[in-house]
């Protein structure tokens, strides 16, 4: 095993208090008493206990170097929060000790009033606290001990997206486990939602960032002609990765792998300049504290080494967008998949009973599937270039699809075997086939085991997207409970319920091309729907029926979801805010006078062409002044128009109306104004031209 081989294996998760590090630093008993807490998700209530575990946290933690500690929130603004305290505790005789107690470990205090809350707090009413998640481990990271934690009021109003999505598991594992008692299942404990999230990103110079106002602003190009090439060669897929891109991407494993994120796969995405991350799976609490951790440590990596890495969904237009593939299942005892249909799917009634729960859930509440992956920077990405429509379905593929079919009709299931793949070369070895395709297009895919739940924008949190699978899911298996505590035969039941669902819900399942306009009007016809922005996605937050759902499985209060119905307005009507105040300063600052240097070259070549007296065809300058003026006098149409519609809109109270106005106002009028922009961007020499240009940017990295 070679040098570097050995570092991984010696240093992965070494900055992690995970169940070896709770070995070493916590007595015995304490360790099992921690352990019986984490398993069983039972709560901490002696203070003594937590004395103890935080002064073993302590003592690891200043061992890994770490001279801080920090409560470690997510609040609603889809990023991490932390406020940093030292250990150090000084003595009457100048000296100092360091110190951490279980009431630090416990219990943290912030300002509540300072973060996206919708109304919950004013600016007066500032506490809020923290509290420890001990099921999701701690971890040392420059020099300060992080400290996973939820967020709350001192109302307890839950102001973060740990809260609700730890709330949303313990919901659907008391239905799970209902149904499993059901079918005679007495030996499952647990029933853990888990999830692994693919992760994609663009890479560029940070050089050649630092011209770009807009994705210094926004994280997206407001301006950009078409390069010559994109894409469409589909060479970049899968294809040999740059030393430079290859050097970061160890590093951002290095950095991964300390903490314990088990970063497995990477590649080139289909894009230039586009990769992808993924990991293991794990809980879905613990994935999106990795997937945190994972985003933190991209962008932070690449500044490291002169790059700057883009979570934007949409950085560029014309080309694939970044998502982030939510690969979600549940598991027993974290062990079999209850998403694992065996060799005999057919026969296998715990596996259908449980997929169909899915497929009904899918179906009654799209909605909230739908509000779960919404937001200005995913509107420009959903509906092409490899992102799934608006429109939500389910793959399942021909053979579940035709097994459940034939339970709803009575039949006999035929399942087909998938045989093997004959390569025609000698040397090569027979490959198993499976039994039924991927497909690339669908928004909520079945691959074998789990859902992949591709429509989550790359800069997300996966916290709202598990939230509401967790929750639609806990419904119906609560609503197949109660027809299975009524039945007199159980699995004759299973069978109708199955039955029930598929002539119900069928209509959610398709197997084929969701880019097409045949499938549009299908779905249409089906009455499945098209929720193609961000601001009538937000609608469901508030539908009585949804707020009925999360009431009754304790995930959100009626407060709760209206305070993020205007959180999710309100956030809206920013983006696309600042997105326009960046591109009228980038037109007025940085376009309007290159165009004006450019025209003033062409105008003194002409003259001087023309004074020389010779017959000079000046055909091609003529022409040239002729077309950038076209596009100049565009472009100041265009920004006079947006600079009115965004006055109005900046003047607006925050709430539906301004998010309105900013969708169907400012936004078209931004458009309006690329327009000419890009335009005089081919027109003008690329000497006069003020920014990188996307060939620039999506090729720079050599």
């Given at each position: 095993?070679?040098?570097?081989?050995?570092?991984?294996?010696?240093?992965?998760?070494?900055?992690?208090?995970?169940?070896?590090?709770?070995?070493?630093?916590?007595?015995?008993?304490?360790?099992?008493?921690?352990?019986?807490?984490?398993?069983?998700?039972?709560?901490?209530?002696?203070?003594?206990?937590?004395?103890?575990?935080?002064?073993?946290?302590?003592?690891?933690?200043?061992?890994?170097?770490?001279?801080?500690?920090?409560?470690?929130?997510?609040?609603?603004?889809?990023?991490?929060?932390?406020?940093?305290?030292?250990?150090?505790?000084?003595?009457?005789?100048?000296?100092?000790?360091?110190?951490?107690?279980?009431?630090?470990?416990?219990?943290?205090?912030?300002?509540?009033?300072?973060?996206?809350?919708?109304?919950?707090?004013?600016?007066?009413?500032?506490?809020?606290?923290?509290?420890?998640?001990?099921?999701?481990?701690?971890?040392?990271?420059?020099?300060?001990?992080?400290?996973?934690?939820?967020?709350?009021?001192?109302?307890?109003?839950?102001?973060?997206?740990?809260?609700?999505?730890?709330?949303?598991?313990?919901?659907?594992?008391?239905?799970?486990?209902?149904?499993?008692?059901?079918?005679?299942?007495?030996?499952?404990?647990?029933?853990?939602?888990?999830?692994?999230?693919?992760?994609?990103?663009?890479?560029?110079?940070?050089?050649?960032?630092?011209?770009?106002?807009?994705?210094?602003?926004?994280?997206?190009?407001?301006?950009?002609?078409?390069?010559?090439?994109?894409?469409?060669?589909?060479?970049?897929?899968?294809?040999?990765?740059?030393?430079?891109?290859?050097?970061?991407?160890?590093?951002?494993?290095?950095?991964?792998?300390?903490?314990?994120?088990?970063?497995?796969?990477?590649?080139?995405?289909?894009?230039?300049?586009?990769?992808?991350?993924?990991?293991?799976?794990?809980?879905?609490?613990?994935?999106?504290?990795?997937?945190?951790?994972?985003?933190?440590?991209?962008?932070?990596?690449?500044?490291?080494?002169?790059?700057?890495?883009?979570?934007?969904?949409?950085?560029?237009?014309?080309?694939?967008?970044?998502?982030?593939?939510?690969?979600?299942?549940?598991?027993?005892?974290?062990?079999?998949?209850?998403?694992?249909?065996?060799?005999?799917?057919?026969?296998?009634?715990?596996?259908?009973?449980?997929?169909?729960?899915?497929?009904?859930?899918?179906?009654?509440?799209?909605?909230?599937?739908?509000?779960?992956?919404?937001?200005?920077?995913?509107?420009?990405r959903l509906g092409g270039y490899e992102a799934p429509p608006a429109v939500i379905s389910i793959f399942l593929g021909d053979e579940l699809n035709d097994v459940l079919t034939e339970i709803e009709t009575g039949g006999k299931s035929t399942i087909r075997?998938?045989?093997?793949?004959?390569?025609?070369?000698?040397?090569?070895?027979?490959?198993?086939?499976?039994?039924?395709?991927?497909?690339?297009?669908?928004?909520?895919?079945?691959?074998?085991?789990?859902?992949?739940?591709?429509?989550?924008?790359?800069?997300?949190?996966?916290?709202?997207?598990?939230?509401?699978?967790?929750?639609?899911?806990?419904?119906?298996?609560?609503?197949?409970?109660?027809?299975?505590?009524?039945?007199?035969?159980?699995?004759?039941?299973?069978?109708?319920?199955?039955?029930?669902?598929?002539?119900?819900?069928?209509?959610?399942?398709?197997?084929?091309?969701?880019?097409?306009?045949?499938?549009?009007?299908?779905?249409?016809?089906?009455?499945?729907?098209?929720?193609?922005?961000?601001?009538?996605?937000?609608?469901?937050?508030?539908?009585?029926?949804?707020?009925?759902?999360?009431?009754?499985?304790?995930?959100?209060?009626?407060?709760?979801?209206?305070?993020?119905?205007?959180?999710?307005?309100?956030?809206?009507?920013?983006?696309?805010?600042?997105?326009?105040?960046?591109?009228?300063?980038?037109?007025?600052?940085?376009?309007?006078?290159?165009?004006?240097?450019?025209?003033?070259?062409?105008?003194?070549?002409?003259?001087?062409?023309?004074?020389?007296?010779?017959?000079?065809?000046?055909?091609?300058?003529?022409?040239?002044?002729?077309?950038?003026?076209?596009?100049?006098?565009?472009?100041?149409?265009?920004?006079?128009?947006?600079?009115?519609?965004?006055?109005?809109?900046?003047?607006?109270?925050?709430?539906?109306?301004?998010?309105?106005?900013?969708?169907?106002?400012?936004?078209?009028?931004?458009?309006?104004?690329?327009?000419?922009?890009?335009?005089?961007?081919?027109?003008?020499?690329?000497?006069?031209?003020?920014?990188?240009?996307?060939?620039?940017?999506?090729?720079?990295?050599?």
């Amino acid at each position: 095993m070679n040098e570097r081989s050995t570092e991984v294996l010696n240093n992965y998760a070494s900055r992690v208090f995970n169940d070896g590090a709770m070995r070493r630093y916590l007595p015995g008993d304490t360790y099992k008493q921690l352990k019986k807490i984490i398993d069983q998700g039972r709560p901490m209530e002696d203070p003594a206990l937590a004395d103890i575990v935080a002064n073993g946290l302590k003592r690891w933690a200043l061992d890994q170097g770490a001279t801080h500690y920090t409560h470690w929130f997510q609040p609603l603004t889809g990023s991490t929060a932390e406020k940093h305290d030292s250990f150090i505790n000084p003595q009457n005789d100048g000296t100092i000790i360091m110190s951490f107690s279980g009431k630090e470990l416990i219990r943290g205090e912030g300002d509540a009033s300072s973060f996206p809350n919708g109304g919950l707090r004013v600016t007066f009413e500032a506490r809020g606290y923290t509290a420890w998640d001990c099921t999701s481990p701690a971890f040392v990271k420059d020099d300060t001990l992080y400290i996973p934690t939820c967020f709350y009021s001192f109302n307890g109003e839950v102001l973060d997206k740990k809260t609700p999505l730890l709330r949303s598991m313990e919901a659907i594992e008391r239905q799970a486990l209902r149904v499993l008692r059901l079918l005679g299942d007495t030996d499952a404990q647990r029933v853990l939602a888990m999830t692994g999230a693919e992760q994609e990103y663009f890479i560029v110079d940070k050089a050649q960032l630092a011209q770009r106002l807009d994705l210094a602003l926004c994280g997206r190009t407001l301006f950009g002609a078409k390069p010559a090439k994109g894409q469409e060669m589909d060479d970049h897929y899968y294809g040999n990765i740059k030393d430079r891109i290859m050097n970061y991407m160890r590093a951002v494993d290095d950095e991964l792998w300390r903490l314990g994120v088990p970063a497995k796969t990477e590649h080139n995405e289909a894009a230039p300049a586009q990769h992808e991350l993924a990991p293991v799976y794990a809980s879905v609490n613990i994935a999106t504290d990795q997937n945190q951790l994972t985003m933190e440590t991209l962008k932070k990596v690449a500044l490291r080494q002169d790059l700057v890495c883009l979570l934007h969904e949409k950085p560029f237009a014309k080309v694939n967008g970044s998502g982030k593939h939510n690969n979600w299942s549940l598991n027993v005892d974290g062990m079999k998949s209850l998403l694992d249909q065996g060799k005999t799917p057919e026969s296998n009634l715990r596996f259908l009973l449980f997929l169909t729960a899915v497929i009904w859930a899918v179906d009654e509440y799209a909605d909230l599937l739908r509000v779960s992956v919404a937001s200005a920077g995913n509107d420009q990405r959903l509906g092409g270039y490899e992102a799934p429509p608006a429109v939500i379905s389910i793959f399942l593929g021909d053979e579940l699809n035709d097994v459940l079919t034939e339970i709803e009709t009575g039949g006999k299931s035929t399942i087909r075997q998938g045989g093997s793949l004959k390569l025609g070369v000698t040397t090569l070895p027979n490959l198993p086939k499976d039994t039924s395709d991927r497909n690339r297009t669908s928004p909520f895919a079945f691959t074998g085991k789990k859902f992949e739940f591709r429509m989550v924008g790359s800069s997300m949190s996966i916290a709202d997207c598990n939230v509401m699978i967790n929750t639609i899911v806990a419904e119906t298996l609560s609503r197949m409970a109660e027809r299975l505590e009524q039945a007199e035969d159980i699995h004759e039941e299973c069978r109708l319920i199955i039955r029930d669902v598929m002539r119900d819900h069928k209509r959610i399942i398709f197997n084929g091309n969701n880019y097409s306009e045949e499938w549009r009007k299908e779905a249409a016809a089906r009455g499945l729907p098209n929720i193609d922005n961000a601001v009538d996605a937000a609608q469901a937050l508030i539908s009585q029926r949804n707020i009925d759902l999360f009431q009754r499985h304790s995930v959100f209060s009626r407060k709760e979801l209206e305070s993020r119905y205007e959180i999710h307005l309100e956030s809206y009507a920013k983006t696309v805010n600042i997105e326009a105040n960046t591109m009228i300063e980038m037109t007025r600052r940085q376009i309007i006078p290159a165009v004006v240097k450019y025209a003033k070259f062409l105008s003194e070549t002409l003259v001087s062409l023309k004074d020389t007296g010779l017959a000079v065809d000046v055909t091609l300058e003529a022409g040239l002044l002729k077309d950038v003026s076209a596009a100049s006098a565009a472009l100041r149409t265009a920004l006079t128009k947006l600079e009115k519609v965004q006055e109005k809109g900046t003047a607006m109270p925050h709430g539906l109306e301004k998010a309105v106005w900013y969708r169907d106002k400012v936004l078209p009028a931004m458009e309006a104004l690329r327009t000419p922009a890009d335009t005089l961007e081919v027109l003008l020499g690329k000497d006069f031209w003020p920014m990188p240009t996307y060939t620039d940017l999506m090729f720079g990295i050599l």
